[in-house]
């Protein structure tokens, strides 16, 4: 099993919601991310997870919180959002999240946000 | 700055003839260079990496090149595929950590 799966593939929510985005994947994989994608733009990482503990936070807003139940699931809690967090959020894994060795992320599908 | 660049956004090939996209980069300490492929509504699909210590690596249809002394890379496909209409990233993970910067990412589109 080498996939990466995110639910839901679409959310609409308004400004005032509270909804949780899902990742799961059962590589093995110690290392879970999050990005975020607009439209024409790379993705751009917002955190990292590492052996279920938060390693990175690129400065992230507090709307959005992370959470790392088990080494195979990664969700991410939105709250207050407003209509620029719409984007496409992508949820990625690898084997670890060591620097010194070659590793490659597996993608999931991710999930079409639109804040109202 | 932006240590990953890939200055074409968009590049149209035939059918059958050769599509090569590049990719640029800064920081001569990237340890490899990935690319990834994303089609719409997609997440980015892994095709092929290289390590900074080799110059070629090839796998079926894709090929990747490094030309460190110019701190280029380029992904030659051949033959070209409708199905290879895509948008192509190249990635590196920043040095000391396991954080990719990915390029811009340039638009493939193959006519048939």
């Known amino acids: 099993d080498t996939e990466v799966t995110q639910t839901p593939k679409h959310l609409v929510m308004g400004m005032t919601n509270k909804k949780s985005l899902k990742c799961e994947q059962h590589?093995?994989?110690?290392?879970m991310y999050w990005y975020k994608q607009k439209a024409k733009k790379p993705p751009e990482l917002m955190f990292v997870?590492?052996?279920?503990?938060?390693?990175i936070n690129e400065s992230v807003p507090s709307r959005f919180s992370p959470e790392c139940p088990n080494s195979s699931l990664l969700n991410l809690h939105l709250h207050a959002l407003q209509p620029e967090d719409s984007a496409l959020y992508l949820c990625?894994?690898?084997?670890?999240?060591?620097?010194?060795?070659?590793?490659?992320?597996?993608f999931g599908p991710g999930t079409r946000l639109t804040v109202l | 700055d932006q240590q990953v660049k890939q200055n074409s956004p968009s590049l149209s090939v035939q059918e059958g003839r050769i599509s090569i996209l590049n990719c640029d980069y800064t920081?001569?300490?990237?340890?490899?260079f990935l690319w990834y492929k994303k089609y719409p509504a997609e997440g980015p699909t892994f095709l092929i990496s290289?390590?900074?210590?080799?110059d070629k690596n090839e796998d079926g249809r894709f090929t990747v090149f490094l030309n460190k002394s110019a701190k280029h890379l380029s992904l030659h496909i051949v033959p070209s595929q409708p199905g290879d209409s895509a948008v192509y990233f190249c990635a590196a993970p920043a040095s000391g950590t396991y954080k990719y910067i990915f390029g811009t990412g340039t638009r493939l589109k193959v006519l048939a």
């Open positions: 997870y590492s052996y279920e503990k938060l390693s």
């Open positions: 590589m093995g994989h110690r290392a």
């Open positions: 290289i390590s900074s210590i080799k």
């Open positions: 990625a894994s690898s084997q670890d999240a060591t620097s010194s060795s070659y590793n490659e992320q597996f």
């Open positions: 920081n001569s300490m990237f340890d490899y």
